[in-house]
Structure formats: C-alpha cells, structure tokens
C-alpha cells in the first residue's frame, strides 16, 4: 500500500479534477436525503433522481409513505431495483422515525443504523452530507479506486477500505474526498474502461501502468 504522503498527493491531483465534488442525489431535507441513498443501493443516481423527482412531490413526509399501501409504494418506485424490499424498508424506517425520533431523522450514527434499510453506508452519507459530520462513505467507486490506486489492498474489506482512508486523509477532508472518489470512480477510472492514458494519477498507478502495458501489446 501507498504511504499516507503518496495517498494525500493522489486526493489533490482527484481535487484539480472534481474541485466541485458533491453528493449528486437530489434532495431538500435529511429525511429526502436518506430515502435517495436508501433507494440507491446497487442502482444509479441518475435512476433514483428520476424516481423520486416525483416520489418527493407525491410524499414529503414519513407519514405520508405510511398512509398507502405497501404494493401502491412498490408501484411508485419500480423501476429501482430491490424495489419491493425497498418499499418496505422504507415504511419500517418511517415508522420508526415517527414513534423513536418525532418524525425527525437522527443526526448521529447508533440511531441512524437502527433504522430498516440503513447500513453503514448510507448513514455515513446521511452524516456527511446532511449533517456536516465528516465521514468517508465506501460506495463500489470508492472501494474500486483505492484498491486500483494502492491506498487500500485489493484483499481488505468495505470496512478496512473505510478505515484505511480515514487513516490517510485528514479528517477535515472526509467528506470532500468521498465525493472526489466517487466522481473520480464514476467519471474517470471507471469499472471497465478507466481513461489511463489521460490520468494525471497514471506515474503513481500501478494498476494503471499494467494497463497501458496491456494496450502496448495488443
């Protein structure tokens, strides 16, 4: 793995290329917030932007999801995947934040993952960009950059992926330098076709470097 130093001068190379890095789920409130990131798993963000563009007009409170039934939600949201697990996870979770958080989502992390649907990911999320609690998010962007770059082993979990980054990043650049992985995972070094021969990063990449080797053969 890269040292801390090398880790830092990678996250501002990622910063000249994404400056303007945010969560790019829309969204009005922290409750809004935690439904997007809840409907987001394994689906993309222009997907759920396009769903609940008129989810959030038809329901802005958690009373609301709970005054229909449960196949009339599945409906509204089934062009996402998982809609169906989804759609109850998202009534259990309103009815917990009306009878345990009067109707307000919780703003620290024990609390946030006690509710149906919320795993580490999406509380860290929530925390993040609603909260302004600094917090790195491991998304599949996230994970598959820092193993690519060598800040994390290709080996290690979500968790030590999580915990590796906050290791190396200055806490007070958390929340923006999950944003930047993920822009730069999504836009950039993407899954299957990473843009190597223009990744002001590539000196660094070895995995990058491998690549470009490969191309140069073939």
Same mark, same amino acid.
């Given at each position: 793995m890269i040292s801390k130093k090398k880790? &830092?001068?990678m996250i501002?190379?990622? /910063?000249?290329?994404? @400056?303007?890095?945010?969560? %790019?789920? +829309? *969204?009005?409130?922290?409750? %809004?917030?935690t439904i997007? #990131?809840?409907?987001?798993?394994?689906? =993309?963000d222009n997907l759920v932007n396009r769903v609940t563009r008129d989810l959030f007009m038809k329901y802005?409170?958690?009373? /609301?999801?709970?005054? #229909?039934?449960? @196949?009339?939600?599945?409906?509204d949201i089934r062009s996402i995947g998982l809609f169906r697990n989804k759609a109850?996870?998202?009534?259990?979770?309103?009815?917990? #934040?009306? /009878?345990?958080?009067?109707?307000?989502? @919780?703003?620290?992390? %024990?609390?946030?993952?006690?509710?149906?649907? +919320?795993?580490?990911?999406?509380a860290n999320v929530v925390l993040s960009v609603a909260f302004d609690v600094p917090r790195i998010a &491991?998304? =599949? *962007? +996230? %994970?598959?950059v820092s193993k690519r770059l060598g800040i994390a082993r290709y080996k290690d979990?979500?968790?030590? #992926?999580e915990r590796t980054l906050m290791q190396k990043v200055p806490e007070e650049?958390?929340?923006?330098?999950? *944003?930047?992985?993920?822009?730069?995972?999504?836009? *950039?070094?993407t899954a299957r076709n990473p843009k190597c021969e223009t990744c002001l990063l590539l000196e660094d990449c070895r995995e990058g470097q491998k690549r470009m080797k490969r191309k140069d053969v073939q």
């Open positions: 880790t &830092v001068d501002d190379k990622i /910063d000249t290329m994404f @400056p303007d890095a945010e969560c %790019e789920l +829309v *969204h009005q409130n922290p409750f %809004e917030l997007a #990131v809840l409907l987001s798993a394994q689906c =993309t802005r409170t958690p009373e /609301d999801y709970l005054a #229909v039934d449960l @196949p009339e939600l599945e409906n109850k996870n998202i009534q259990k979770l309103c009815r917990d #934040v009306i /009878d345990r958080f009067d109707g307000e989502i @919780p703003s620290n992390y %024990e609390d946030l993952v006690s509710l149906a649907g +919320v795993g580490r990911k999406t &491991v998304d =599949t *962007h +996230v %994970e598959r979990s979500v968790l030590e #992926v650049r958390w929340s923006k330098t999950h *944003h930047q992985l993920i822009f730069f995972g999504r836009y *950039h070094c």
